[in-house]
Nanobody, 120 residues
Framework: QVQLVESGRGLVQAGGSLRLSCAAS????????MGWYRQAPGKQRELVALITSGGSTNAADSVKGRFTISRDNAKNTVYLQMSSLKPEDTAVYYC??????????????WGQGTQVTVSS
């Protein structure tokens, strides 16, 4: 079984920075794609950024140039570095990881969510 633990929640002022972390543990064989999503009150969950096992990244237009996704394969951890934060970035951020466990069974799991609040 694979588990995720998110960290880095916080309250920051507009223009500030914050880094989120998501660490995977358990019976991991591979992690093919790792991503961050967010959900603001009254809105649908949306993709923020993705990174593949090969290191290719993709980000939503609203965060390009401000947010950076990265991964540390040795630590089974994905990060989201957020800079120049805006009040509209306020949301619960969720980590998502897809891969195969030690039995080569595909998994697609979500973190518990971490609150990011940006004040104006």
């Amino acid at each position: 079984q694979v588990q995720l633990v998110e960290s880095g929640r916080g309250l920051v002022q507009a223009g500030g920075s914050l880094r989120l972390s998501c660490a995977a543990s358990g019976s991991i064989f591979s992690m093919t794609a790792m991503g961050w999503y967010r959900q603001a009150p009254g809105k649908q969950r949306e993709l923020v950024a993705l990174i593949t096992s090969g290191g290719s990244t993709n980000a939503a237009d609203s965060v390009k140039g401000r947010f950076t996704i990265s991964r540390d394969n040795a630590k089974n951890t994905v990060y989201l570095q957020m800079s120049s934060l805006k009040p509209e970035d306020t949301a619960v951020y969720y980590c998502n990881i897809k891969g195969r466990d030690s039995r080569l069974v595909f998994y697609d799991i979500w973190g518990q969510g971490t609150q990011v609040t940006v004040s104006s």
